[in-house]
């Protein structure tokens, strides 16, 4: 009965994973497209949580899911994965291709989760996976060396800045929610609601916005994606795969994200890496395959 337990939380943890590989590489194509258009980074930002916070505000006030929530997880969960893990993402994208956004927001998630999976719970790493992370850190610093020949791109190593601080704060997010068993409803309370009410006076009253003078289209588009993927879907689902199979699983799934996010740049956004990026992004994958072990799982099976 255990293993068919686990098998099921595998599969169920497995396939919330993937989905939130490709809810993110959208995301990763979306935010790009809007902060290098007519929205400034604070109104991106700000249809985000307003939108995330209405759609969700009915389910919140059902579910009642401050719960159980302290101040202090409320403020963990909202700081490592609300306003400040947002601001930092999309000022990364108004400065490096989605490719950087890409390779850095999930590429050095797994050794940013492994740092502090070791540093907060103990958690040690195999050799195996040890060689997976270096690998991945050598194809990142690949891609951060080309900016692609992309107007504005001489400024893209203070954009992977960004993204190396946004998701340094994410994988705290991760460990937080593994060590602490946070429920999807307490993540989407945090991360979107809180948030919400906090940041959205600030952007209506006091920042840089550009919402009168932007296309309609574009607002659509941004409140749609920004408002219910990332915040919603997105977030419910990491949080189930989180529960089922971990922090550090998770996040290994989540480095697919790279590879698929610069094919779809490549129409989308006519951002098309070059030889580097690509041997960087391969290293990546391949580091991933190495850290999650697979190799040794093929040698334990007869």
């Known amino acids: 009965m255990v293993n068919e337990e686990q098998k099921h939380s595998v599969i169920i943890g497995s396939v919330a994973a993937v989905m939130v590989v490709f809810f993110w590489s959208g995301w990763i194509v979306?935010?790009?497209?809007?902060?290098?258009?007519?929205?400034?980074?604070?109104?991106?930002?700000?249809?985000?949580?307003?939108?995330?916070?209405?759609?969700?505000?009915?389910?919140?006030?059902?579910?009642?899911?401050?719960?159980?929530l302290t101040p202090k997880r409320v403020l963990v969960l909202t700081f490592t994965s609300g306003i400040p893990y947002a601001l930092?993402?999309?000022?990364?994208?108004?400065?490096?291709?989605?490719?950087?956004?890409?390779?850095?927001?999930?590429?050095?998630?797994?050794?940013?989760?492994?740092?502090?999976?070791?540093?907060?719970?103990?958690q040690r790493s195999r050799p195996s996976q040890m060689l997976g992370l270096g690998i991945i850190l050598v194809g990142v610093i690949l891609v951060s060396n080309e900016g692609f020949g992309i107007p504005g791109s001489e400024k893209a190593w203070l954009g992977d800045f960004f993204f190396l601080a946004a998701i340094a704060l994410f994988a705290l997010f991760m460990i937080a929610n593994r060590l602490w068993s946070i429920t999807p409803a307490q993540v989407l309370f945090s991360a979107t609601l809180v948030s919400a009410l906090i940041y959205v006076p600030f952007w209506v009253l006091l920042l840089e916005s550009n919402m009168a003078g932007a296309p309609s289209s574009e607002i659509l588009l941004q409140a749609?994606?920004?408002?219910?993927?990332?915040?919603?879907?997105g977030m419910t689902c990491l949080n189930i795969a989180i529960r089922n199979i971990g922090a550090r699983t998770t996040s290994l799934f989540?480095?697919?994200?790279?590879?698929?996010?610069?094919?779809?740049?490549?129409?989308?956004?006519?951002?098309?890496?070059?030889?580097?990026?690509w041997a960087g992004m391969l290293l990546v994958s391949f580091g991933i395959l190495l850290a999650m072990g697979l190799m040794e799982r093929k040698k334990a099976l007869p």
């Not at 950087?100 to 740092?115: I, S």
Request: charged share 5%.
């Open 30 to 68: 979306v935010s790009r497209f809007g902060v290098t258009n007519s929205l400034t980074v604070y109104d991106i930002a700000g249809l985000r949580f307003s939108i995330g916070a209405l759609a969700i505000l009915p389910y919140m006030i059902w579910s009642r899911a401050w719960r159980g």
């Open 88 to 122: 930092l993402s999309y000022f990364g994208f108004s400065l490096a291709p989605a490719a950087h956004g890409g390779v850095f927001l999930n590429g050095c998630l797994p050794l940013f989760t492994a740092l502090f999976g070791w540093i907060w719970l103990g």
């Open 224 to 233: 749609g994606y920004q408002g219910l993927v990332p915040s919603v879907m």
């Open 254 to 277: 989540l480095s697919a994200v790279p590879v698929l996010a610069a094919l779809a740049a490549i129409p989308i956004l006519l951002e098309i890496p070059g030889p580097r990026a």
